[in-house]
């Protein structure tokens, strides 16, 4: 019984392990902080910060799911989540101020505009109690912050070593 017990629990497992490994995240990673310029049917044209962060849990085959915010000029952040299928890119996230809560939903294509920046278009829509605005926006991701290395070394004083007397 023991035996058996063993058996079908081990071949459970490697079933389990090559599931996983069938279903681990194969599409491009799209993390990063982008500048954004956007028009807004309301608002007029703004600018915001919106940053990507992949979820390597929930993230699976072709589809990369993502932590996503958006902070606007006045250090209002927004929070939501996005999910990638490609070059193709659905966000959400909520317009909550308090009293109610409202959600921005869009919908994005995605380019590659170097070996490692991306770049997107997002269309969105956010509905209200008077019908609701639409707008778009482009965003850049930034470019990497490149570390500076300290190029020179420090020099090691040998140890003092106490005069014997």
Excluded at 51 to 61: A, P
Excluded at 142 to 153: D, E, M
Aim: proline content about 3%.
């Amino acid at each position: 019984m023991k035996k058996l017990f063993l058996v079908t629990l081990v071949l459970f497992s490697l079933h389990l392990n090559s599931v996983q490994a069938k279903d681990q995240f194969v599409g491009p990673n799209f993390s990063g902080v982008y500048s954004c310029k956007g028009t807004n049917n309301k608002v007029g044209e703004y600018e915001v910060v919106a940053t990507l962060k992949l979820n390597r849990i929930s993230s699976h085959g072709e589809f990369g799911m993502y932590d996503f915010n958006t902070e606007t000029e006045n250090s209002l952040v927004y929070r939501g989540q996005a999910i990638a299928n490609g070059n193709r890119l659905a966000l959400t996230f909520n317009l909550t101020d308090g009293r109610n809560a409202d959600y921005s939903t869009g919908i994005a294509e995605i380019q590659k505009i170097s070996s490692t920046r991306w770049a997107y278009t997002n269309h969105y829509y956010e509905p209200d109690d008077n019908g609701g605005d639409y707008g778009s926006e482009h965003c850049v991701m930034q470019k990497p912050v490149k570390k500076i290395k300290n190029t020179k070394k420090i020099k090691k004083l040998p140890a003092l070593v106490p005069a014997q007397g």
